[in-house]
């Protein structure tokens, strides 16, 4: 009678951790890597550029990044970017 109902809880563990960390796991998107900006990086908030690329698989992309503010924190400037 206890080996039944602790296999119960077990099970029940089991397949809320399973649930869970499949939620979890959608939560960090889709793992894509940011593209790399040759040059310096010089904001200037209000300025921005358009980006064309092409995929390992050979799909064509295009995006926009511009500097849309800036914040101080602990000291150091850091700047909001819209992609």
Do not use: H
Not at 44 to 68: C, H, P, R, W
């Amino acid at each position: 009678m206890l080996v039944k109902r602790i296999t119960k809880v077990a099970v029940a563990c089991c397949l809320c951790a399973v649930f869970l960390a499949g939620s979890a796991y959608a939560q960090f998107g889709m793992r894509q890597q940011a593209p790399t900006l040759g040059g310096l990086f010089n904001p200037v908030i209000g300025l921005g550029a358009d980006y064309d690329m092409t995929t390992s698989k050979g799909e064509k992309m295009n995006f926009q990044m511009s500097i849309v503010g800036s914040d101080t924190i602990n000291g150091k400037q850091g700047y909001w970017m819209d992609i």
